[in-house]
């Protein structure tokens, strides 16, 4: 679906419009009552004031009680329901966008994760405010109505000239709206840029110390910075022009409408009562001026985070998939047929049940290629990839994601327990135990008090290297895909415990006959494996097992027996 920044905000409009309606309608009864509290002091003088009765003063203290009482309680009714509105419009785009980003079939924003999570957050609030700005809009506008036929009804040439300036004075006030717009869009652009490189930076914070560059890095996100704050003060000055020329052309309308009616009341062509009807209409005409001014400042403003919203909503997807959820139970769990892609030649590659196949390839690039080529995640190759004997690209995403789970060699985990992080790829933690006791995992449980139910902090950061690995091996082993795909899940561990975990992968997945793919050139790995492909340049260009390959193939050695 294409999306732009008008539909983002139409959208928004209508799927609230019961919320919206209510809102706008109680608003205007606010700013509509606030109009009728000049209209009615200038009764009071006409009418009780000046024919000192007692029963039109009563009446008149009544009209104004029930107008104050109107008032303040249609203003809260009304922005209870126009924040509501906003409110669910918030977390309905920050649903959408998380989804959008954390679909299987990838986005093509060229946006970084800092940028992303700034759109998820802050964007998705001010675009949802193109509801706080029509509803201002047209309370402003109801008042702005209400007093020109007012004062239509006091002097006819008076409620023409307020009917005439106004407009004139809202639409001079909108020509600083696309200047807005474009610098609120800067200001945002430079904003994202900004939190994506903090985000960078603190991610790698342990590399840059390493290696002495934290001063570059610094220094880097210091001119970001700067160029953040230079796009927000161009923004910010622009909004200072716009408030400013709202409420200098206001005053001087007031000051017009003001100084006529005061010359109409010297020639007696209206009364006291009028002339202050008048005065106080003119001076309240520069609230809803105001109003309107700041709901076009909001919509800018909305406008330019909708924009952002749009263009990620609208991002096409890296990879294309089908609806099938037909597979053929006797074909090959997973299957590459002449594949070529990035540094791959020709790669075939069959995987069967109760299979395990592990793979050699001598350059790292290769690696790389193959994991996004089995992941799903290659946008273009050539051949085919087969998932129980179906075209990839034909099946369903989710059918495709049950099917093949690739354990990545940087293992994410979350905040929460440690248990929650062991069970996020399944709901039965029935096999939890053996999973933890393959992956040689038991010693991570145990090391804390609380077993399962230690905490972990965001990423898994207070634990090793080897601990994460394990932890994200017993994960994909409890999770059981039909294929499993590891790229290197023992780089971190020692050669003990390596062994344990070599053992207890082959144990696991050969028994419950499940297949497995790893890519690896860890003997202890390796020599579990019920054969082994080693990729060179590209292409497969020796199969066996470990042993044989170990003994016959020098370059095998090289890589392998180090």
Partial sequence: ??????????????????????????LALHQATEAAVPITIGIFVDRAVSS??????????????????V???AWKAGARQVVRAIEYETHLLRLEISRRVLDPRGHQTGLRSGELLLIATSDAEKASLVLRAVSLGFAGSTALAVSSVALLLVDVPLGLGVMIGVPLLVLGIQT???LLTRRTSSQQEAVADTTALATDLVGGLRTLRGIGAQHNAAERYRRSSQQTLKATLRAASTNGLQD???????GLLLAAVAGVAGWFALNGRITIGELITVVGLAQFAAEPVGLLGYSGQVFAMSRASAARLASVLSSPFEIATGTSTAVDPAAPLLSLQDVSYKTLSSVELALQPGELVGVLCYDPRDADALLTVVAGRAASHEGRVLVGGAAVEELDIDLVRRSVLVEQHDTDLFEGTLRSNLLAGTSDPSGLERAVSAAAATDVIEAHADGLEHPLADRGRTLSGGQRQRLGLARALLAAPPVLVLHDPSTAVDAVTEELLAEGLAE???????????????????????????????????EGRHAELAETDPAYQEAVLR
Avoid: Q, Y
């Fill in 71 to 73: 008032l303040s309680n």
């Fill in 52 to 69: 000192g009765r007692l029963e039109p003063l009563l009446w008149c203290v009544l009209m104004m009680f029930v107008l104050f009482a």
């Fill in 176 to 178: 600083l709206s696309p």
């Fill in 1 to 26: 679906m294409e999306f732009t920044a008008g539909r983002v905000m139409r959208r928004a409009i209508g799927r609230h419009r019961g919320r919206m309606l209510a809102g706008c309608l109680v």
């Fill in 244 to 250: 400013g020329v709202t409420t200098a052309l206001s």
């Fill in 508 to 542: 696991v997945r050969g028994a419950d006959g499940l297949a497995t793919l790893v890519l690896t050139s860890s003997p202890a790995l390796l020599g579990k494996m019920h054969r082994v492909l080693v990729v060179s340049d590209g292409a497969v260009v020796a």
